[in-house]
């Protein structure tokens, strides 16, 4: 009984962790610009020319989008406090990408500010991520385990 009703903490954790990953990276102009100019790149390799930008429509919906990865990112960290069971690269990861992604229009001069700091902690989750799985197969290199060994062939 335990065990499911961990299983499914842990799902909705992940769940709500990646919702709020997903939707934070919207609320970002910068980042939505950078989407519309990447369509029109693909679409003019097959020919297909526009002009404008055909994302736009996202720039009325970006505060409340944002809101929404806001409210699932403090389910997250909620969950992550009480049951400790989101890695915390994971939650510095999603916390740079909500501040990075900050749509309101009276912090907007600071935004580079907002994108240097949100892009900051994004960039570092990702490296320490990486750092840790390279130590992880160095360490298992040196016990003499590699991957064929420890499936049996």
């Not at 989008?65 to 939650?91: N, V, Y």
């Not at 799985?133 to 360490?139: E, T, Y």
């Amino acid at each position: 009984m335990i065990n499911a009703k961990k299983l499914v903490t842990e799902k909705a954790a992940a769940l709500s962790t990646s919702l709020s990953g997903a939707l934070s990276f919207m609320g970002g102009y910068q980042v939505c610009h950078n989407i519309c100019l990447g369509i029109i790149a693909l679409l003019s390799i097959a020919g297909i020319t526009l002009v404008g930008m055909p994302l736009l429509f996202l720039t009325r919906v970006a505060v409340p989008l944002w809101t929404a990865a806001f409210a699932l990112f403090l389910i997250t960290l909620a969950i992550s406090f009480i049951k400790k069971c989101i890695p915390k690269k994971i939650i510095v990861l999603n916390a740079g990408i909500l501040i990075a992604g900050v749509p309101f229009a009276p912090v907007q001069p600071y935004a580079p500010l907002l994108w240097i700091t949100g892009g900051s902690m994004a960039a570092l989750s990702i490296l320490f991520y990486i750092r840790a799985k390279v130590n992880k197969s160095r360490a298992g290199k040196r016990k003499g385990k590699t991957f064929s060994s420890s499936i049996g062939t």
